[in-house]
């Protein structure tokens, strides 16, 4: 039982639109929560990533929103790019060193 | 620099054989993963070692053993493979536990 759960598992976004994806999780020992891109064919990398005493962090376009009572986090892609069309996941790590996944999420930016 | 080594990428198994998946890093990382990748289920942790000498079970240790061997190097062994193990299998590194994790490029998995 995966114990971050991201949605949604796709989504279609105009160039220019924003890119919305939720992640939950459980486990209150997790302090650590990255987001990574990864592209067909290769090995994820770490996009953004963010500790639970800050609530908004934000790279460029990429923003992370953390909402540690609701133990929710949220990654915001602005003025999206048809270079953006990849799979995106949340993650987590807890004080034993274990680095979670949650299921993916596809994006596609359309032109 | 090349980071995250994975061999071999491609392999086929027949149903019972047996085989390792090798890593290695010369990011001088403590933090070593094992990860298998299926469609729809992201990435599921399998074994991961926290550093030198020491692992540890993931979400999916059943029918894998590992061993670090050293710092750099952290093998996945399938002792009887079956196909439910048909995946990718991804490596990966960081320095520390909650730091930026490095992957490997992958290896495909085919257990027929």
């Known amino acids: 039982q995966q114990q971050v759960k991201q949605s949604p598992q796709s989504l279609i976004v105009q160039k220019g639109g924003i890119s919305i994806i939720n992640c939950a999780y459980e486990n209150t020992a997790f302090d650590y929560f990255p987001w990574y891109q990864q592209f067909p064919g290769k090995g994820p990398a770490l996009l953004i990533a963010?500790?639970?005493?800050?609530s908004e962090k934000k790279e460029g376009r990429f923003t992370i929103s953390f909402n540690k009572s609701a133990k929710q986090f949220s990654l915001h892609i602005m003025d999206s790019q048809p270079g953006d069309s990849a799979t995106y996941f949340c993650a987590a790590t807890d004080s034993w060193g274990k680095l979670q996944f949650g299921a993916g999420t596809q994006v596609v930016v359309t032109p | 620099n090349a980071g995250v080594t994975q061999t071999p990428k491609f392999q086929v198994l027949k149903t019972g054989q047996s085989m390792t998946l090798q890593c290695a890093q010369d990011m001088n990382h403590n933090s070593m993963y094992w990860y298998r990748q299926d469609p729809g289920m992201g990435l599921r942790l399998i074994y991961y070692?926290?550093?030198?000498?020491?692992?540890d079970k993931g979400e999916v240790p059943n029918g894998y053993n590992v061993s670090r061997l050293n710092k750099r190097e952290f093998s996945l062994r399938l002792e009887s493979a079956a196909p439910s193990q048909t995946s990718v299998y991804f490596c990966?590194?960081?320095?520390?536990?909650?730091?930026?994790?490095?992957f490997g490029q992958g290896t495909r998995l085919t257990v027929v």
């Open positions: 963010i500790r639970p005493d800050v």
């Open positions: 990966a590194s960081s320095e520390l536990r909650n730091t930026e994790a490095f």
């Open positions: 070692s926290a550093s030198e000498g020491t692992t």
